[in-house]
């Protein structure tokens, strides 16, 4: 499995749900990945076990910090080498009703999944420019679809998406080889999702989360999705079999536009 030999992948948000899918999937086909987190506690922990398999490290990250993104690619670069890949996973959702939901809330949301993308991007386009790589910004069918309760979320993903396009469309004009592309998950069964399915039906009032989770279910025509699912989806625009796609929409929902 060599699929990202030789190559060097920073993945933000690496200690839990989609982006420790994603470490694991690198490791497994070849990469020296540096796991980043603003958990360092799970990330080291992941990263200590990911080790036994590959070449891993893990780094603590605020991804709203231009200052720690340097670090960031500082580190990457003394220790692996510049990096080919950047996955921009990193993330929050605030479940919220519109009325409750305050600036403050609106500005944490943005900080997080539509500047911290913009700046990994910006800076991963610097170290990446005179050799090409490959950009992949996890966003979300809310960036296409909406959600009463998560307003800030689904605009800062709608950001993240349109945005992508932008980037890649500069990296092309420029004759940079760097590829930037976007993933976007549904319904997938991870600690953020387990933590809105929760506010949800705290929202509604109801005695557990069964319910809740069973209408998630329903939204998917496949079903609740696993993070592996959009980790390969990922592995595959990191890795050269992409080397024809920039500013697109991997969609992996199963299903959850269509309807």
Known sequence: M???????AIVTGAA???????????????ASVV???????????AAKELSRFGTVHFEQHDVASEANWRLIINATMQRFGPPDILVNNAGIQLTRGLEETTLDDWRRVFSVNAEGTFIGTRVAI??????????VNVSSTYSMV???????????KAASRHFTKAAALYCADRKYNIRV??????????????REIAAVTTDRGLPDTSVVESE?????PLGIGEASDIADGILYLASDESKYVTGSDLVIDGGHIIR
């Open 2 to 8: 060599d699929r990202l030999s030789g190559k060097v």
């Open 16 to 30: 839990a749900g989609i982006g420790l899918a994603t470490a694991k999937v690198f490791v497994r086909e070849g």
């Open 35 to 45: 796991m980043t987190d603003c958990d360092t506690v799970s990330g080291n922990t």
């Open 126 to 135: 610097e170290s990446m420019k005179d050799r090409g790589g490959s950009i």
């Open 146 to 156: 909406a959600d009463g309760l998560n307003a800030a979320y689904c605009a800062s």
């Open 181 to 194: 592309n976007a993933v976007h998950p549904g319904v997938v069964m991870t600690p953020m999702l387990e």
């Open 216 to 220: 998630w279910g329903r939204i998917c």
